[in-house]
């Protein structure tokens, strides 16, 4: 027997048992209003900024005071109207003039205020990335405590392509520079609807 049968046999006849994997972790369900605290504060930490609403009618007056009215908007939200029909753009690179895009999230994780998007809410896949700030609509019913929570929920495999947005980007070099909007949004709003 060669040295390397000798040592795969000692292997095999040394192997431990199997063990049973353990259960899924599972979290008690929090309260709604500690969920939405929690997820202001990540958001915070993140970079982002998080409006409290009780109807969606309540963003237009929001973005008329904090942008440009006279840049490219796009929506994605039925409800709210953008400048650029999104349904005319067929190269993304056509994107690029994009000041501010609006989209709809499904669910969110407040531990770290990460917000799923699926493809069907992006209409483009550039266009989180390409536009200058990003505004996220999302319902706090669809608020849960963690990302094992969201991932329960989501349909990874229906879409093909979905992402996590949890602010705007940034980037830091070794010398401890942060720089805001370098390789995407310089900005994120979430309207969270509590009611």
Do not use: C
Not at 15 to 44: G, N
Not at 56 to 84: A, C, R, T
């Amino acid at each position: 027997m060669s040295s390397k049968e000798q040592i795969l046999a000692a292997i095999k006849k040394n192997k431990p048992k199997a063990t049973v994997l353990p259960a899924l972790l599972s979290y008690h369900t929090e309260e709604i209003d500690r969920l939405i605290a929690q997820f202001q504060q990540a958001s915070m930490l993140n970079g982002g900024k998080t409006i409290l609403i009780k109807r969606i009618e309540e963003i237009p007056s929001y973005l008329q005071v904090h942008f440009d009215k006279n840049l490219q908007v796009v929506s994605l939200v039925p409800e709210l109207h953008g400048s650029l029909d999104i349904t005319t753009v067929q190269d993304p690179h056509d994107l690029e003039a994009v000041e501010l895009a609006i989209l709809k999230g499904t669910w969110a994780a407040a531990e770290n205020a990460a917000i799923w998007m699926p493809e069907e809410n992006l209409s483009h896949r550039a266009l989180p990335f390409i536009a200058q700030h990003l505004a996220v609509v999302i319902e706090s019913r669809h608020l849960l405590r963690d990302m094992h929570a969201v991932y329960e929920k989501i349909k990874i495999d229906e879409s093909g392509y979905g992402v996590f947005i949890a602010g705007p980007s940034k980037t830091a070099d070794i010398e401890q520079s942060l720089v805001i909007g370098a390789h995407g949004p310089r900005s994120m709003t979430v309207f969270l609807l509590t009611a």
